[in-house]
Every structure is written in C-alpha cells, then in structure tokens.
C-alpha cells in the first residue's frame, strides 16, 4: 500500500488513512446489523416454540411450559412480550390486549399474572372456608 500512496501523488497518504477509518466503520456496522439479524432470528424461532393459548385449553401446563421458556431466552422483555402475544388468541388474547391499553409497556411477567388470575384455577367453597377459618 505504500508503494502505491507514492505512485497516486502527495495526498494519498491522507486519503489512504481516511480509507482504512471507512473501512473500520463499515466492518463494524456490518458486525453490527449481522448481530441484529443473528437475534432476531434465534428470537422468532424461539417464538415458535411457544404453544398457543386461547383460553379453552388447561391453564396450568401452559402456564408452566411458557414461564419455563421465557425464562430461558436472553432476549429483552419486550422480545419476550411480542412472542407472547403472538402465542395467545381468543379471551386470553383480550385479556393482555385490555392490560396493554391501561399500560402499554406492561411486563411479561405482569402478563402472566393478569392470565394467571383470569384463567388459573378456582377455588372451590371448601377451599375458601379453610382460607377463612385460617385468617
């Protein structure tokens, strides 16, 4: 390179540097957008992983499995949420979309808690005696 900034004439050698400062750019922000591409791709196949949920089906192992999911993913919460939402349909559906309206950063894990109370097992009225006993 150096023969070559003597043969382009005097201020090749500035132009040479600016090159080289280009070319670092460049590589970085290619680094950069195949990182992002990289993530979002383990995140939608992540998101398929996810069993879908309407509200018809058993509550509790779904509630289980997707927890456990989530869990694992090192993507950011709002990653997490998308693919939750994208998961639901039906009253379940209606029930994070009524939480996203009052907050619409809402928490993946405030989700599954407004789910969990709508959709999670009832108590029965010998379990509400014993709770009443017992206060």
């Known amino acids: 390179m150096a023969n070559m900034s003597g043969l382009l004439g005097p201020g090749s050698a500035a132009s040479s540097s600016e090159a080289a400062a280009s070319a670092d750019d460049w590589t ?3 680094g950069q957008t195949l990182e992002k591409v990289v ?3 383990a995140v939608s196949n992540s998101c398929h992983k996810l069993r879908s949920f309407a509200g018809e089906e058993e509550f509790e192992p779904w509630l289980e499995h997707t927890t ?3 869990q694992e993913w090192a993507v950011p919460d709002a990653e997490k949420r998308r693919c939750l939402i994208e998961s639901l349909g039906g009253p ?3 029930v994070i979309c009524t939480l996203k309206l ?3 950063g809402v928490s993946v894990k405030d989700c599954l808690e407004a789910l969990e109370h709508t959709f999670g097992s009832v108590e029965g ?3 509400s005696y014993c709770k009443f006993l017992n206060s």
């Open 68 to 70: 456990e999911m989530l």
């Open 102 to 104: 009052i907050d619409p």
């Open 28 to 30: 970085k922000a290619l």
């Open 92 to 94: 379940a559906l209606d």
């Open 125 to 127: 009225p010998e379990d």
């Open 39 to 41: 993530l979002s791709h």
